[in-house]
């Protein structure tokens, strides 16, 4: 059973960079036609896609996101990342990593992982 | 403001019918055979209910269909339980720059 785990720091200061990493175990992140992808959910709200990527590497990011978001994958450790640059009191939310194919159903998700923007 | 438009909330008696509508463009709901359909339950992760508009995952109940008809999705609950209350999201594939679109989310209340 494929299984995804977030992890990363829970409290950002404003300004300053988040990063997570999702660690896929179960399968093999180099899976032939699945994408990896970062959504967030701010508390109360509706689901937001930042970004996603394929194991070669090439990336799709959401226009809202792109000048601050980065996102890489390292097959070796079965692992991909999250980077966003500038954050503020509006990036504090849920956020959750999940795979999806070229379609874009979200199959796999990962349970999510809180991140607070504060001082 | 959400790219495709759900109703904020729908209500039904356990073992009635309920239908969540999703609205998009041609862009996306209009242009693609690619609709999915989302479960979340407070505190939860979403779980994927509907893929490709109209197929189940395996484990899913039949319970749950979906439909599309031009720039509009559909899910379908039929016969309601207390255990279908929860958050219900559409999603897209996009020719737009973003890869995929969601809905703001339907409340499901089981009266």
Known sequence: QLQLQESGPGLVKPSETLSLTCTVSGGSISSSGYYWGWIRQPPGKGLEWIGSIYSSGNTYYNPSFKSRVTITVDTSKNQFSLKLSSVTAADTTVYYCARHPDSGSLDYWGRGTLVTVSS | ?111
């Open chain 2, 1 to 111: 403001q959400s790219a495709l438009t759900q109703p904020a909330s729908v209500s039904g008696s356990p073992g009635q019918s309920i239908t969540i509508s999703c609205t998009g463009t041609s862009s996306d709901v209009g242009g693609y055979n690619y609709v999915s359909w989302y479960q979340q339950h407070p505190g939860k992760a979403p779980k994927l209910m509907i893929y490709d508009v109209s197929n189940r995952p395996s484990g899913v109940s039949n319970r749950f269909s979906g439909s599309k008809s031009g720039n509009t999705a559909s899910l379908t609950i039929s016969g309601l339980q207390a255990e279908d209350e929860a958050d219900y999201y559409c999603s897209s594939y996009t020719s737009s720059n973003t890869l995929v679109v969601f809905g703001g989310g339907t409340k499901l209340t089981v009266l």
